[in-house]
């Protein structure tokens, strides 16, 4: 079985993935998005009987491609790549995560609408194009955390509790013509759960907890945040299970947010996850957990 691992560039994950990869008995190979070149027409690949999965344009030759991260580029850029996952899907290709569970996870709006359809608890959100009706939301809940809309690793995030400051940061939104990502702030003591999934497992977890829960309220250890290894409840393991297959990911970072009122809230999902803070905190070999499910040992 061969095993084409996409990325940005090779480093810390990459061959964590290709170790473990060649361990279970495949082989694999990293490869660059902007090496992909699609061939379209008959001119080497033939016609294809009727009811039979296209041919691939890219010539990668794999078995499973794993997506571990699709680099910043422009809108084209971005979306001919995620195009080339759904065709090298579509031509019986296995993609993990499939393009369709990346492009829910990654948009914030579509995460938690899918994540609240699923019957999890989801903090009161307002999404808008308009400053009024974000200024209307604010006024509302008081107390806001402002998100954009595409993000990780906590940054662009601001929290808002003053309308001067609220009206400062939507004209800031309003130049760069941005959608207005609104969430509640809830009282969480400076903590929030990472799990994260590996098919119907959960392969290890950590509590981050934030240096100070007052200005500094995000938990992200890139943000300064610390970690330590955590054993979840079986009712905390079904949440972030049930986060994963609401966005259809075989496998994900699920944040989990407990708060003081005793509601676990199911805050974001990444289909696209980092895990070197899990694997260090817990001992676990998470890229052998990926391994095992792309070879389907």
């Not at 008959?42 to 009727?50: C, I, V």
Request: proline share 4%; glycine share 10%; net charge negative.
């Amino acid at each position: 079985m061969h095993v084409a691992i996409l990325s940005a560039r090779k480093g810390w994950h990459t061959d964590q993935l290709c170790r473990a990869i060649t361990a279970w008995g495949a082989t694999a190979e990293l490869l660059a998005y902007e090496g992909l070149v699609a061939r379209l027409g008959t001119a080497g690949h033939g016609r294809e009987p009727a009811g039979a999965a296209p041919a691939a344009p890219f010539a990668i030759g794999a078995d499973v491609v794993l997506a571990r991260i699709i680099p910043a580029g422009s809108l084209e850029q971005i979306i001919y790549r995620v195009d080339a996952l759904h065709w090298l899907e579509d031509a019986g290709v296995r993609v993990l995560n499939s393009p369709r569970a990346i492009e829910r996870s990654v948009d914030k709006f579509y995460t938690s609408a899918l994540l609240q359809m699923a019957g999890l608890a989801t903090p009161d959100t307002v999404v808008c194009e308009r400053s009024e009706d974000a200024i209307a939301a604010f006024r509302t809940m008081g107390d806001v955390i402002v998100k954009p809309l595409f993000g990780s690793m906590g940054l662009g995030m601001v929290r808002v509790h003053d309308e001067e400051i609220a009206w400062r940061v939507f004209r800031a939104l309003d130049a760069i013509r941005g959608v207005y990502y609104l969430q509640r702030t809830i009282s969480h003591g400076g903590r929030d759960i990472r799990a994260f999934v590996v098919g119907d497992r959960v392969v290890g977890a950590i509590e981050r907890r934030s240096p100070d829960a007052g200005p500094q309220w995000r938990t992200n250890y890139s943000r300064g945040g610390t970690v330590r290894a955590l054993t979840l409840s079986p009712g905390w393991t079904e949440l972030a299970v049930r986060a994963a297959r609401a966005v259809g990911a075989d496998y994900a970072g699920v944040d989990l947010l407990p708060a003081e009122d005793g509601t676990v809230y199911a805050l974001e999902v990444n289909a696209i996850p980092g895990w070197r803070g899990v694997q260090e905190a817990t001992g676990i070999d998470v890229a052998d957990e990926l391994a095992r499910l792309a070879v389907g040992g």
